[in-house]
């Protein structure tokens, strides 16, 4: 991480998240394809609860950012005790709050249906649905701070294997507990937040038991778990932002589809399968986005900032150079790949003209990603909250009520809004980064031996700082 030949590193960090992410989009898929088969109330019921969900996964997920960027600048530094205790803070300052939102998510999992406007026939499977899910969020939580520890000392490929037995257990469990098939009950829509919940708690007791063995590169022990004031005042200060930020995003994206109604349902449905094509294009970008995150924690905790610049602009020029050639392709097929999601004329031509705007922005979303990463490895998540909220509440949807209601663009006002949206956001965040203000780590310097009470001489102590 902190010598030698940096793009091979980069690439050796990114594939597994980028092939994390793929199996992560194959869950999804699979619990649509069964729950499809019970029919519209069964899909509907996942999809009105997402948004809720989603919003715990971005406090999970924030929280533990923290851990990856800790984790990393203390292995960089070589204070691998440090790292260990570090470790230990994430996982029980995580548990704790896993376990208040478990609490009150499956308390107020009914009420929040009604809130979010579910219909009579909605109300009763939506809430089951969300409520099992709040109920399995330790579950969820517990394999956030494994992907993330384990990321923070440049190990990519443990989660990976484990997401990936997930995911084969995911597929197994759907049909068995969503239709009863066997010696199992038959509990629909229930069986598939069951069968999400089990395969993801199995996998987290994996990971922690890798932790806590020592079979990886950290070593978690009791001792490490004691929560210390100030250590837990790092993981909120680092985590904070980067929960807000996701949250931001994810309460903007239920924003932006609501006003995507407006312009009828053709419009939503091109935006949907724009955004799940999207999401595999940047599938390349958000792999390197982490891989970056890793590497620049670890050179900063080695006090190799120039390092860290070379490994932030390789990440750049590699994720973009995947989504000059993502761009392209998606232009040239434009028509054909929505033609795969959906055989209607009008969301085919509505979806060809969303990629013939949105594709020339691949480059510059990729650049962001990379950015992103940066200010996460480096701790300094306030930024990367920044930049992310800039681009949805400070640019997008302010441009598409221009250009889409103002201007009277309707749906092409809404592509050029997306457009000048990830431009404007990559600008920004690109502009900050040349500042070079990322470049001071967060973790503090380690404490000088005394011997026998007095301080190391000063040329003893400039080695050790050395």
């Known amino acids: 991480m902190t010598s030698g030949p940096i793009t091979p590193a980069l690439l050796q960090l990114a594939w597994p998240v980028m092939l994390s992410n793929l199996f992560q989009t194959v869950y999804n898929l699979v619990d649509t394809l069964w729950l499809g088969r019970l029919g519209k109330v069964a899909v509907a019921a996942p999809t009105i609860a997402w948004p809720l969900v989603f919003l715990m996964i971005s406090l999970g997920a924030g929280v533990t950012i923290a851990g990856t960027a800790l984790v990393a600048q203390y ?23 896993a376990l208040l939102l478990a609490a009150g998510g499956a308390l107020a999992a009914r009420p929040l249906m009604v809130l979010m406007g579910a219909g009579p026939d909605l109300i009763h499977p939506a809430s089951t649905y ?48 969503i239709f009863g098939w066997g ?106 986005g982490q891989a970056t995150a890793t590497m620049v924690g670890q050179n900063l905790g080695a006090e190799e900032p120039g390092r860290a610049t070379r490994v932030a602009w ?67 998540t306030v930024y990367s909250m920044s930049f992310a909220l800039f681009r949805l509440w400070a640019l997008r949807i302010p441009l598409v009520y221009l250009l889409g209601f103002t201007w009277g663009m309707r749906a092409d006002g809404v592509w050029w809004a997306m457009f000048g949206s990830n431009l404007g956001a990559s600008i920004l965040a690109l502009g900050f980064f040349l500042t070079g203000n990322w470049k001071h780590r967060v973790i503090k310097e380690a404490p000088l031996p005394k011997a026998e009470g007095i301080a190391a001489e000063p040329a003893a102590r400039d080695l050790l700082q050395r």
């Open 75 to 97: 292995t960089g530094a070589r204070r691998y005790e440090e790292a260990n205790r570090a470790a230990g803070q994430v996982f029980s300052f995580t548990a704790i709050l």
């Open 130 to 177: 969300l409520r099992i899910i709040y109920l399995g969020i330790p579950a969820m939580f517990g394999m956030f701070i494994v992907t993330a520890l384990l990321n923070g000392i440049g190990d990519t490929v443990t989660p990976m294997k484990l997401m990936g037995v997930s995911v084969g257990l995911n597929i197994i469990l759907d049909p068995l507990l």
């Open 183 to 288: 010696p199992f009950p038959e509990w629909g829509i229930a069986g598939a937040a069951y069968a999400t919940v089990i395969s993801r708690g199995a996998i987290a007791v994996i990971g922690l038991w890798l932790l806590f063995s020592g079979r990886v590169g950290l070593h978690l022990r009791p001792r490490h778990l004691r929560l210390r004031a100030e250590t837990v005042r790092q993981i909120v200060v680092i985590g904070a932002p980067a929960s807000l930020g996701q949250s931001g995003t994810a309460i903007g994206f239920s924003i932006m589809t609501g006003i995507l109604a407006r312009f009828g349902t053709a419009v939503v449905s091109a935006f949907g399968i724009g955004n799940r094509v999207i999401s595999i294009a940047l599938m390349p970008a958000m792999g390197l």
């Open 314 to 380: 390789t990440g750049m020029g590699i994720s973009t150079g995947f989504l000059i050639l993502a761009a392209i392709a998606t232009y040239i097929l434009r028509a054909s790949i929505v033609h795969l999601f959906i055989a209607n004329p009008e969301v085919i031509g509505l979806g060809a003209r969303m990629f013939a705007v949105v594709a020339v922005a691949f480059p510059f979303m990729g650049i962001l990603q990379v950015v992103i990463g940066t200010y996460q490895g480096a701790g300094h």
